[in-house]
């Protein structure tokens, strides 16, 4: 088939609602980063500030998954030769160029991994004795061995020095004993190395398939866009072990002897969903501004409509699979996980993932007229994003404050400014690029298609 | 060629999609409202074309999805969780994890068939017979041409201006379609077979509904045995494999059963002619190997509570007696057995005492078997001959004071054991301060624990027994005392604080 | 100007679904024309023959079971779930590429599906007939088999339905209800062009009978396109749901090797690329005997490829991501089932797993090997023997070395063991012979849908 250049109606290029953009994104950023800085950091916590840090961990999150779930959707339309998401695609290209952004927002996390003071991946703290002196992994795990095996000796009501009782001690040891042999790998300095070489190959793939996709609105044929198809499928094999593996460091690591093989899967669900979420409060936001109105139309709508339903119930299939083979099963090694989130504090917010993540979206997604009802839309992926939130806070939080007291849920304010403040740098960075190029590919070979698919 | 019997309507052929759809247009704009297109696939846009409503069908198959779940739900609950319960792996009985594969598949299921058969329901399909179906050209509506037929019944319809409509509009041809003329009722010969089928039909089911209930002396046809009826002893059952036709048979002369023993009087109950045997039954062979028998069973069985030097203070009393002490509990210390008094007690006492029990000590027949029984006495005549080794003789005895002698005979007739002077727990009472006390009887009455009471209650000590007081508690073994031990046991009593 | 090479460029603007100069008149011949010729090609004859007598030796095997006891297979303790379960697995796995095909990619509106659909449908219902043959005899007591379903027994007692095994009962039985349903479904205007041409008394009435008086009413149509689209919606979490629920039975268990949280999707992966390989294994071969080249086309072959690819990387990223946690986890059980099932007594099983599954579809990163139909059908096979082997592997060594070493105990097959795999193929080649004689093997009116004579040109479009 012969090179064709279309003839698009409407205004497709972002003008002056960029600085808007920007401008509404940086207030974002600056009052919601800034409160929850203030408000993280004047309290005068005693725990080197370790309840900010979760926080920030959560809002982090947060922004990198709608950041990798927008750099999967762009690869995958590639991949499959999807046609009718052409119109939409350079929204999720901008999300996803926005990655040396994220990377920059990930730099703080190198303090709770290397403070002392700071317990948030609490293996990073398990290899110093009570000194703070470092000791090998196998010196701790053999002298977490001895301990426990001396407790388990001693009668009961033993006390140790310090104030500790021994079961606290046991407990501590134990922990030690079981996490040891990880200290290769949840280490302080490959974990730093490995974040930079997440962020290294999401960069690059990033800005890769961005600047092919901006080649290809004014090449002269189509080889931008067959060098990024060819390349496309070992894309997704790299970010599939990229995000797992990032998963695994960053969230699946606070609780360090909890383990789950379905746990890339999961965070890949979620960030997927809130990335579809994204691209079509994107997509409403730019139409409601003038923009795009004659190149997405309800089909697209439609589409996007299918994928947050049908993402929502997958998300739910992940949640539901990981949970019920745990509870099955009921090993203690596992359970512990489920069991801290079924404490007072967090039952009902557990509850609420279930009902508000799964059963109401669910009903509520299923009808097509829902989908093609655009203001509905744009309200079910709002409240989609809100609830990815949700589940990352459910993820990360308990494992702060893990006390034999139980499990302290701290929401509060500093939580949703943070997270406010995540969204707003995120948005202002996809509109500080959007300025540049075209607001859709204008050049791909399938934007005819994309025009002109119909639903059934 | 018959005439037909009414006109159906006019079919009219279009040879390709757009001609269908442009014609569909204005067939719908001219108002007709039944009439049908006819192709081989579904063509895109053409129900725009034709007006037609958006279908019901999926509210329909949400509501029975919806259904589906809720039965899934009931289903397991009711089944698992109420008329028949049991414990899996202590899994609540509604594990509600465990029943959402179940729940997601039954609402699958109910709204997969509901969508399957309320389609062909709104279809009216099956339809075998259509007068479309006559007309030859048509036949290709299911290979590569496409139809539009506009039914006679139509408020619009007008054979020469439909006809017209038609042409004008791109078909190539217009037919117009017949009813047939036979009649639509069914035969006669194939309702009657219908009939028929149906009668026989009904016959299984109808036997099924009169033997409910009923009652029957043949027994169920059993067409798969499995393991269910095995040829087995019953008590009182019938056999032809002898002659008497039972199944119970008497036992033959001269044997005895697998668990029967030969009962030899003294050996199993250590008593002959009702009397207590003195000596030990002549089928044990006393012997060094015999003793050491004995003594490896005595400390697994009596040493926790006789203690494995048998003098009554073993793990079982020690612990008890810390219970008692923080109030938990009586106790009544188990006998020294190495005592003088116990000394004296027949052999078929002691043999008596260790297979039924005595008092608060319960009976080790079950665990013990008879030879084991006599050897464990044979122990014990070795502790109690150790013991007096270390007694007094009677002339030692007799060169002693009276409360000397009474402290001796406290400890030989075991009285030590409930009664103690020096704080420890003692369940009896304590004698010193007791002996002059007033006591409020079981009877009602109260009296002065005088020494004409103590005499009394060593001899018998059911005889006035104190309100309150551990019944049966309260034993002399190898008692009675003479008048003059009890003379001498009461001055050391006296002499007691 | 295009200044790649044309063969690059089908990855962009692909090649027509129907290949040669064909219209609907001629593509109804090209299918109908298999099932009216009045003898099959002898090729059929052949693979008919083989097929009947694979299911004589099927029926004898389950005479033998029945009859004399389960004790006829290798089954012992602990590795009391032999090849009947791997069987059952496998067979399920299989099927799921039909619904795949028919109810996924309808979804993704990709209208290459129209060439197999009909097809594939066919061989998810008699591959889940084969599969579910495995259990129902595996049980002992076949006559009681019915115990499974909350029927009320003389006991009156109720299925357990906390158990996976039960939620295996309910979903195998609501996946083959509902794909016959949504196979029937697709058939019936096809059967109706069959009967339209029908030239014998017979034929009209058997073809009229099961098209239900299909005459192609777009009011029918109307409510025909609904029902098939919430039935593809409704089957596409199904056929998620089997094999998930089909992981469950090793999932919920305690097991090393067994209990990981990443088994349903993995297993999920895993049936859809064993079952896209069962089709091309099956359609290469047919498209040729029954001159359907011009409808399955290199095309759908390249696809159904590339399907394989992408099931089989999900496969190893779930490989991997075991591993991993066998480290990770400091699980000894765990670490030595991985190492167990490299080196243990069952090496051989595992690394001829890894190269069928890992290493051979490796070849379809080229365009070229995708497009070689030899290759091609080699290659399916391959699959389709590490499929096999993967369940053996985690059936077999999971089972065969648990926590305790004085259990552990080798595992063989018995002849009976192979002979009932062999007579399940048998099985399901009876029946897909018999289904490629006489019912149309491509959906006619679907591919006719995707020509593009189907579209009305109109004004505005």
Known sequence: MSFEKLNLKGNNQAGDVAPKAMQIGLILATLGLGLGVALGFMNGEEDGHTHFWFAYLVAFAFLLTITLGCMFFTVIQHMVNAHWSVSVRRLSELTMANMPLVAICAIPLLVPLFSDDVSVWKWATMEHDANGAVISPEEAGHSAGAEVAEANHAPAEQHAEGGHSKAEELAHAEHIEFTSHKFPFLNRNFFAGRLLLYFLIWMGVSRYFFKKSVEQDTAPNYDPTLAVKRKSAVTIILFAFTISFAAFDLLMSLDETWFSTIFGVYIFAGAFLSAVAWIIIMSKYLQKNDRLTEVIHEEHYHDLGKWLFAFTFFWGYIAFSQFMLIWYANLPEETHFYEARLTEGWSTWTWCLLVFHLIIPFGGLLSRHVKRNTNVLLGWAIYMLVMQFIDLYWIVMPNYHRSEIGFENPFGLMEISLVVGMFGVMVFGVARRSAKQALLPIGDPLLAKSLRFRNI | MTADKELYGVVAEFKDVTALYRAAEKVRDAGYKKWDCHSPFPVHGLDDAMGMRFTRLPWVVLIMGITGLLAGMYLQYWTNAVDYTYDISGKPVWSLPANIPVIFEVTVLFSAFTAFFSMWIANRLPRWYHPLFRNERFSRATDDSFFIALHAKDKKFDLAASTALLNENGALQVEEVFEANEPSAMPAKIKGNLLVVTCLMLIPPAMVYASYGSTTTEPRVHLIPDMDKQDRFRAQGETDLFEDGRMTRDQVAGTISQDQRFIHASLETGKENGEYVTSFPQQVDVTEAFIDRGQERFEIYCGVCHGEDGKGTGLIHHRAVELANLGHATWVPPTNITAGAIGTQADGYLFETISDGRRTMPGYAAQITAEDRWAIIAYLRVLQEVESMNALSPEEMAALGASARGSVLFEKYTCNACHKFDGTYSIGPVLSNFLGSEVKLDSGETIVADEAYFTESIIDPAAKTREGALKGAMAVPGGPPTAEEIVDLLEYIKTQK | ?461
Not at chain 3, 165 to 186: E, K, N, R
Not at chain 3, 276 to 300: D, N, Q
Not at chain 3, 371 to 390: D, P, T, Y
Request: hydrophobic residues 50%; glycine residues 6%.
């Open chain 3, 1 to 461: 100007m295009a200044s790649s090479t044309s063969v690059d460029q089908l990855d962009i603007f692909p090649e027509e679904l129907v290949q040669g100069e064909n219209d609907f008149h001629s593509v109804t011949e090209m299918v109908c024309g298999v099932l009216e010729a009045p003898k099959p090609p002898k090729s059929w004859y052949v693979i008919f023959t083989t097929a009947v007598a694979l299911l004589g030796v099927l029926g004898a095997m389950i005479l033998y079971l029945i009859t004399t006891g389960v004790g006829v297979w290798g089954n012992n303790q602990p590795v009391a779930w032999g090849w009947p379960i791997v069987n059952f697995v496998f067979w399920v796995g299989i099927g799921h590429a039909g619904t795949l095909i028919s109810a996924v990619l309808f979804l993704f509106r990709q209208d290459w599906r129209t060439g197999i659909n009909r097809f594939s449908e066919a061989m998810t219902i008699f591959a889940v007939i084969c599969a579910g043959m495995f259990p129902a005899i595996h049980v002992g007591r076949i006559w009681v088999i019915w115990w499974v379903f909350p029927i009320p027994n003389q006991m009156s007692m109720w299925p357990n339905f906390r158990s996976p095994l039960l939620w295996d009962v309910f979903a195998v039985s609501t996946y083959f209800s509902v794909s016959l349903l949504f196979w029937y479904m697709g058939l019936v205007p096809d059967l109706a062009t069959v009967r339209d041409r029908a030239k014998t008394k017979a034929k009209k009435f058997w073809y009229g009978l099961f098209a239900m008086g299909w005459n192609g009413s777009n009011r029918h149509w109307h409510r025909y396109e609904r029902a098939y689209l919430i039935l593809a919606a409704l089957a596409t979490p199904l056929v998620l749901s089997v094999h998930s629920v089909v992981s469950f039975d090793f999932a919920t268990s305690q097991l090393p090797g067994w209990h990981t949280t990443i088994l349903p999707p993995y297993f999920v992966a895993g049936a859809i690329f064993s079952g896209f390989a069962m089709v091309l294994t099956l359609s290469i071969p047919a498209r040729k005997m029954f001159g359907l080249e011009e409808l399955i086309t290199l095309r759908h072959i390249d696809n159904m490829c590339k399907v394989i690819m992408a099931t089989g990387m999900m496969v190893g990223y779930a490989y991997s991501m075991e591993f991993f946690m066998a480290w990770y986890s400091g699980n000894a059980y765990e670490g030595f089932t991985f190492v167990n099932r490299a080196f243990g007594p069952y090496w051989w099983g595992y690394w001829i797993m890894v190269s069928c599954n890992v290493l051979t579809p490796q070849i379809f990163w080229w365009k070229k090997a995708r497009r070689n139909l030899a290759l091609v059908f080699i290659i399916s096979i391959f699959v389709n023997i590490g499929m096999w082997f993967e369940r053996f592997v985690i059936v077999v060594t999971s089972l065969n070395r648990d926590f305790l070493p004085s259990s552990w105990h080798y595992f063989s097959p018995t002849w009976v063991d192979v002979l009932t795999l062999l007579g399940s193929f048998g099985l399901f080649f009876t029946l897909f012979m018999l289904f490629c004689r006489y019912l149309p093997q491509v959906a006619i009116s679907e591919v006719k849908n995707v020509m593009p004579q189907a579209h009305p040109h109109l004004d505005d479009h």
